[in-house]
């Protein structure tokens, strides 16, 4: 038996479902649901406190600066809750926008409160959180008492044991002293497997109730879904930023290195090619040759460059005939299948072509493939492309790699990444870009 086979065998037994009532998960959300009710007491009973007090003091000014210390105090509570959550359940909701004043003193910061969309979604969340918090408080505790109470229950049965009736568990008695009772074998048996019955359900049951505590943090005390696409978008855009600075240089790089310094050993040939001609007509013959010889590879070097930053079929022909081209040069046969009801928008299709060539480039380094595929389609409003081969697989899009900076370039124009590569291949890499027209 193989190592990794006895560790596979290891993590599944035994069963999920067995291993939940004992892991550190069920006791946390546990943990969660139990302090949820008196938290959820204190916050609903200082916000509705704060809320009726200021809304009857609307009539004169204080009730705006108690409305406003109402929110304030809400974005506190919030806070406190995103940390509970974080310990308890491990979800890492980031924190909202700042109040801002556009000015100095108590007016500004009270209007800044008040205008803010976080501090009214903080408070509504004192209010539904309570409700929730006694629901999810006598469900949770009921199967958890009731579950370990019954699969314990020969431990503790001789509290339900009658003097009447010895050892008989009593499980009815009415006044005119009629009983029901189980023998105390079977009684046991019964409470035991009712117990155990609960005990497995539990934990999927505080999972679900937790489930509901994740949305109420993720919806009311997380930043809006406009300043987490803002978040997003300056990411993006420094990536972006970095991109072009990076392949910007890598373009001077290029022509100083390659083309430029060809070029200036060119022009020293053909000076000193004049120089000879008159004196030495047939050296000067042969330095013109050697000079024509450059000549023509810093123009092969140039179209490498020109492919490099947008290649002129791209453009004329579509990505069809482009990544024909690139997987022509590419050292495993390829196959291209490329099914496109038209052309996406000529960034996404430029994005299209170099992620593609990138990755048979990974193909014809690591991969020790001996065939690969490109397949191209159009889903909905979105680019869809993959590249397959059959190598050793164990391609991970990890941070330093190739494709940790392509996921982070696809993600820049709202892109995708999927890396699927187990150790001994095959690979399938898929990448999902917006059309865009």
């Keep these: ?135 999810s408080f006598v469900v949770g505790v009921v199967f958890w008492t009731t579950g370990w109470g019954l699969f314990t229950f020969p431990l503790w049965q001789w509290v339900y044991r009658s003097a009447d009736t010895g050892s008989e568990m009593v499980l009815f008695r009415d006044a005119s002293g009629r009983t029901i009772s189980l023998d105390a074998p079977l009684g046991n048996v019964l409470a035991c497997a009712a117990g155990l019955v609960l005990v497995l359900m539990t934990p999927w049951i505080l999972r679900g109730l937790t489930g509901m505590d994740r949305l109420l943090i993720r919806g009311l005390l997380g930043p809006s879904e406009l300043v987490s696409r803002v978040y997003e978008l300056e990411s993006d855009r420094g990536v972006v930023v970095d991109t072009a600075a990076a392949d910007l240089r890598r373009i001077e790089r290029d022509l100083h290195d390659g083309a430029q310094a060809r070029l200036v050993a060119l022009a020293m040939e053909l000076g000193l090619a004049k120089e000879k001609l008159a004196e030495d007509p047939r050296t000067a013959a042969r330095m013109v040759d050697e000079a024509h010889g450059e000549v023509k590879t810093a123009l092969q070097e140039l179209r490498d460059l020109a492919r490099g930053i947008h290649p002129a079929v791209l453009t004329d022909r579509g990505l069809d005939a482009a990544l024909s081209s690139v997987a022509s040069r590419c050292t495993v046969p390829v196959r291209v299948e490329v099914d496109l009801p038209g052309r996406p928008a000529a960034a996404i299709e430029g994005i299209a072509y170099f992620t593609v060539s990138e990755l048979l480039q990974n193909v014809s380094k690591h991969s020790g493939a001996k065939g690969a595929t490109v397949d191209v389609w159009r889903s909905g409003d979105r680019l869809l492309l993959q590249v397959g081969d059959d190598g050793s697989g164990g391609a991970e899009a990890s941070a330093g790699s190739g494709l940790a900076g392509l996921a982070e370039r696809l993600d820049a124009v709202d892109g995708l990444l999927v890396v699927d590569s187990p150790r001994g291949g095959p690979t399938a890499v898929t990448a999902e870009l917006p059309w865009r027209n």
């Design 1 to 135: 038996m193989s190592r990794e086979y006895g560790e596979a065998i290891g993590r599944r037994f035994p069963p999920p479902v067995v291993r939940a009532p004992f892991e550190g998960r069920t006791w946390r959300e546990f943990g969660y649901v139990l302090l949820g009710l008196p938290i959820g007491v204190l916050l609903f009973s200082y916000s509705i406190t704060m809320i009726c007090l200021g809304a009857g003091m609307l009539i004169t000014f204080l009730g705006v600066p108690i409305l406003a210390m109402a929110l304030a105090s809400a974005r506190g509570f919030a806070a406190a809750e995103r940390a509970r959550a974080r310990c308890l359940l491990g979800l890492d909701v980031g924190r909202p926008e700042p109040i801002r004043p556009e000015k100095g003193g108590l007016l500004a910061w009270t209007g800044a409160v008040l205008r803010s969309g976080e501090s009214w979604r903080n408070l509504l969340y004192t209010l539904v959180q309570f409700p929730w918090a006694v629901f």
